[in-house]
């Protein structure tokens, strides 16, 4: 009786680069609206990212003069965590993977 199993490779699984996974960076984009005033939306960054007001104000007027400010770079759970931070003070915003 033949050996089936002897004649037939397995397929190996590829090889997957577990640290780039892991490192893969993720942006949170803030986007402009008509609806937002800056000083809030200033506000809202310093209480969900801790910035400094200069830092929070950059961001704002970056949001504001260019259409949108990357505000975070990190991994994606961080990313989505913060996303849905800033919809809850509806703030337009958004990830990319980077």
């Not at 506000?43 to 704002?60: L, P």
Request: proline share 3%.
């Amino acid at each position: 009786m033949p050996d089936i199993f002897s004649a037939t490779k397995l397929l190996e699984k590829p090889a997957v680069n577990e640290e780039r996974l892991l490192a893969s960076s993720w942006q949170v984009i803030v986007h402009n609206d008509p609806v937002n005033l800056m000083s809030y939306v200033t506000m809202v960054f310093q209480k969900v990212f801790g910035f400094k007001k200069a830092i929070a104000e950059k961001h704002m007027m970056e949001v504001h003069t260019q259409g949108r400010s990357i505000v975070w770079v990190g991994l994606r759970e961080e990313a989505e965590f913060y996303v849905e931070q800033l919809h809850g003070f509806l703030i337009l915003a958004t990830l990319e993977q980077v």
